[in-house]
């Protein structure tokens, strides 16, 4: 089981095996030790211990869920804006761009605020 779980991955441009991410979102492997092999230019996971780290795994894409959570709430914000110069002066059109925005703009505090806690109690944990 740990051999299936071990992953191999190329290294970034800077050797690190962290920063080559897709808009900005951590590796599953972003809190558990990784080996850094510069002969074979891989970095595999080492020493994971299975019931034990799967909490870190579970951290990561928890951390990669609300850095989406955050990226659908700034386009939440985009599309209340929309709302807002497409109601031309409506009350009821302004007030509902308005609370789309609002609600986005909340949204989008607590998925950053959020992803911050995961990412510190990952970086502590693991």
Aim: aromatic share 12%; net charge neutral.
């Amino acid at each position: 089981m740990v051999h299936l779980l071990s992953h191999i991955t190329n290294f970034a441009r800077d050797g690190s095996c962290y920063s080559n991410s897709f808009f900005g979102f951590p590796h599953w492997y972003q809190y558990l030790d990784v080996d850094k092999s510069n002969a074979t230019k891989t970095c595999q996971v080492i020493n994971f211990d299975f019931p034990g780290d799967l909490t870190l795994v579970a951290m990561a894409v928890l951390d990669m869920a609300l850095r989406l959570a955050g990226m659908v709430a700034v386009g939440f914000v985009i599309y209340g804006a929309i709302q807002y110069v497409t109601s031309r002066g409506e009350p009821d059109g302004v007030k509902n761009a308005q609370n789309t925005i609002i609600n986005a703009l909340v949204g989008l505090t607590i998925a950053v605020l959020a992803s911050g806690v995961v990412r510190f109690i990952g970086s502590r944990i693991g």
